[in-house]
């Protein structure tokens, strides 16, 4: 497949009205020159979305007899496969997902079908937060948290609804449930496109490049609902085994990889010059060497988010890596 693009998929996600409809429209008006193909899936009887969404019928798949996460999660590859007998008409595809639908599915879709994963890359998860709504939705819906915790990139949209100082409650809260992905406060979902389009979120390479990794002891004092997502970031200087890394992620995956719905980090791999990246969906795992570590301190960084984390089995799990 080398003489073909790879074409990027960049994920619509958010709660019900949180403005994906809004940004899938300022996308396809902006002026980029870029073909895109939108895949539209939406909940409800009569498609919507279809008569909001500007762009030429061609281009516009729609799904509604389900969710792509979950119920029609094969029709969704039906259609990647179709797009990819056209992939030399298209630039990028944009999928807007229901509201109610959960990006981590969709994600390991992306990363388990070998067909998919050759033509096609998961470019980034873009996910709108309702800054108005945020707090009930937070309350009623589990899917709310699944969407912001998978996320690269986060709008805190609707801002104009809002008080600067519940905007800053609400963004406090988005960091401790993901404190790698980028924020951006917006109005009627209103964001340069270099921001969304063509960031490689999944690509290995952006785990190091995340928002922040914050110390160990950031997080304590979480108040833990059993909905609740929450994040433990891990810093650690010395070096790692490697062996005894990758079998104590792949088993806590394999025993919790529910739980542990997204894992990333940047390694010190002990013989190695080189920094290690992983990052985990569920129970998929991947990992590479990158670039030399250079006169940069060798620091091993990661991240946990996902429900029930205990915080100590992690670092004792990670400490027990270590080469001494
Ligand atoms: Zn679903």
Same mark, same amino acid.
């Given at each position: 497949?080398?003489?073909?693009?790879?074409?990027?998929?960049?994920?619509?996600?958010?709660?019900?009205?949180?403005?994906?409809?809004?940004?899938?429209?300022?996308?396809?008006?902006?002026?980029?020159?870029?073909?895109?193909?939108?895949?539209?899936?939406?909940?409800?009887?009569?498609?919507?979305?279809?008569?909001?969404?500007?762009?030429?019928?061609?281009?516009?798949?729609?799904?509604?007899?389900?969710?792509?996460?979950?119920?029609?999660?094969?029709?969704?590859?039906?259609?990647?496969?179709?797009?990819?007998?056209?992939?030399?008409?298209? =630039?990028? @595809?944009?999928?807007?997902? !229901?509201?109610?639908? $959960?990006?981590? /599915?969709? *994600?390991?879709? &992306?990363?388990?079908?070998?067909?998919?994963?050759?033509?096609?890359?998961?470019?980034?998860?873009?996910?709108?937060?309702?800054?108005?709504?945020?707090?009930?939705?937070?309350?009623?819906?589990?899917?709310?948290?699944?969407?912001?915790?998978?996320?690269?990139?986060?709008?805190?949209?609707?801002?104009?609804?809002?008080?600067? =100082?519940? @905007?800053?409650?609400?963004? !406090?809260?988005?960091? $401790?449930?993901? /404190?790698? *992905?980028?924020? &951006?406060?917006?109005?009627?979902?209103?964001?340069?496109?270099?921001?969304?389009?063509?960031?490689?979120?999944?690509?290995?390479?952006?785990?190091?490049?995340?928002?922040?990794?914050?110390?160990?002891?950031?997080?304590?004092?979480?108040?833990?609902?059993?909905?609740?997502?929450?994040?433990?970031?891990?810093?650690?200087?010395?070096?790692?085994?490697?062996?005894?890394?990758?079998?104590?992620?792949?088993?806590?995956?394999?025993?919790?990889?529910?739980?542990?719905?997204?894992?990333?980090?940047?390694?010190?791999?002990?013989?190695?010059?080189?920094?290690?990246?992983?990052?985990?969906?569920?129970?998929?795992?991947?990992?590479?060497?990158?670039?030399?570590?250079?006169?940069?301190?060798?620091?091993?960084?990661?991240?946990?988010?996902?429900?029930?984390?205990?915080?100590?089995?992690?670092?004792?799990?990670?400490?027990?890596?270590?080469?001494?």
């Amino acid at each position: 497949m080398s003489d073909k693009q790879v074409l990027p998929v960049t994920l619509l996600s958010g709660f019900l009205g949180a403005g994906k409809t809004t940004l899938l429209n300022y996308i396809l008006k902006e002026n980029h020159g870029k073909r895109i193909a939108v895949i539209e899936n939406e909940f409800g009887e009569i498609p919507i979305d279809h008569d909001l969404v500007i762009g030429a019928d061609e281009d516009i798949f729609e799904m509604n007899n389900g969710c792509i996460c979950c119920s029609i999660k094969g029709d969704l590859i039906a259609t990647l496969n179709r797009l990819i007998e056209r992939h030399d008409k298209f =630039d990028s @595809i944009l999928i807007e997902s !229901t509201g109610l639908a $959960s990006p981590g /599915p969709i *994600a390991q879709a &992306f990363l388990l079908e070998d067909v998919v994963n050759d033509t096609l890359k998961l470019d980034g998860i873009v996910t709108l937060v309702d800054a108005k709504h945020f707090w009930r939705q937070l309350d009623e819906v589990d899917v709310a948290w699944e969407q912001i915790a998978f996320s690269n990139v986060i709008l805190l949209n609707k801002i104009d609804l809002v008080s600067a =100082d519940e @905007i800053a409650k609400v963004d !406090t809260k988005i960091r $401790s449930i993901n /404190p790698t *992905a980028r924020i &951006f406060q917006t109005q009627n979902a209103g964001i340069e496109l270099d921001e969304i389009l063509n960031i490689g979120g999944f690509d290995l390479e952006s785990v190091q490049q995340s928002e922040s990794f914050p110390g160990i002891d950031e997080h304590d004092g979480h108040s833990h609902s059993d909905s609740e997502i929450t994040s433990v970031s891990i810093t650690l200087e010395g070096e790692m085994d490697r062996v005894r890394f990758v079998n104590w992620l792949q088993m806590l995956l394999i025993m919790e990889g529910m739980d542990v719905m997204r894992a990333k980090g940047v390694l010190n791999l002990a013989g190695s010059d080189k920094r290690h990246i992983f990052q985990s969906v569920f129970m998929m795992f991947d990992g590479q060497d990158d670039c030399p570590w250079g006169d940069e301190s060798r620091i091993n960084k990661m991240v946990f988010i996902g429900r029930d984390l205990d915080r100590q089995r992690l670092e004792e799990g990670v400490k027990g890596c270590m080469v001494f």
